[in-house]
């Protein structure tokens, strides 16, 4: 079985640039979610997605991210313009339903360094 | 406030020993706590889950204990690996609603030869 796919897996951008980052789901998996991991931390959820629905956006900077999951399966998260504190590791995950004792499978990040 | 706390924040052992991770947390109502793995440059993978009932849960190597009275849980990894080189990240779910996961920061686990 596949895992989940990110890419890309690494980005260098000045400040105030543009990025985006793309992310392929377990297939079947209802349950999307964006995290981000800063050095020596535990992930952070961004926001949750229940197939084209985001449920829990309440930690997204709304002013510079977006995110968008079409179709209920891929998702983009852009941000823009890019700040030197948005340096860190994004993290897609997906589950069956989010539910319970649903097990979240994690991609391997994308990091993100802005000059 | 929903918080979890790991200790130690690092830690050092010899390939073959033993060791326990710690986690206490004030996450409330509970719904269930995970452990994690997470190896350098990865995203994490779930070692165990357990639920409100369940005070251990082994997988392989690994084994959660769980005290939901004192709200501690730790995990014991019984003779160590090179492999085992990771950070162990405990995660408590949040009962109810879309089931949020609060993170730990994690335990960084050298095991050296």
């Known amino acids: 079985e596949a895992g989940v796919v990110q890419s890309p897996r690494y980005k260098i951008i000045e400040k105030k640039q543009p990025v985006a980052f793309w992310c392929n789901p377990i297939?079947?998996?209802?349950?999307l979610y964006w995290y981000r991991q800063n050095l020596g931390q535990g992930p952070e959820l961004l926001i949750r997605y229940e197939n084209e629905e985001a449920v829990d956006d309440s930690q997204l900077p709304k002013d510079r991210f977006s995110a968008e999951r079409l179709k209920g399966v891929d998702s983009t998260l852009k941000i823009q313009p890019a700040e030197l504190g948005d340096s860190a590791v994004y993290l897609c995950?997906?589950?069956?339903?989010?539910?319970?004792?649903?097990?979240?499978?994690f991609g391997p990040g994308t990091r993100l360094t802005v000059l | 406030k929903n918080q979890v706390e790991q200790s130690p924040q690092s830690l050092i052992i010899l390939e073959g020993k033993n060791c326990t991770l710690q986690c206490n947390y004030t996450v409330s109502p509970f719904s269930n706590l995970r452990w994690y793995k997470q190896d350098t440059g990865r995203g994490p993978v779930s070692l165990t889950i357990?639920?409100?009932?369940?005070n251990t849960k082994s997988n392989g190597r690994y084994t959660a204990t769980l005290d939901a009275d004192t709200k501690q849980s730790s995990l014991h990894i019984t003779a160590s690996q090179l492999s085992d080189s990771a950070s162990y990240i405990c995660v408590v779910s949040v009962f109810g609603g879309y089931n949020k996961l609060i993170f730990g920061a994690g335990t960084r686990l050298a095991v050296h030869p």
């Open positions: 357990m639920t409100f009932s369940e």
């Open positions: 297939s079947g998996h209802n349950t």
């Open positions: 995950a997906s589950s069956l339903d989010g539910e319970g004792t649903d097990t979240q499978y």
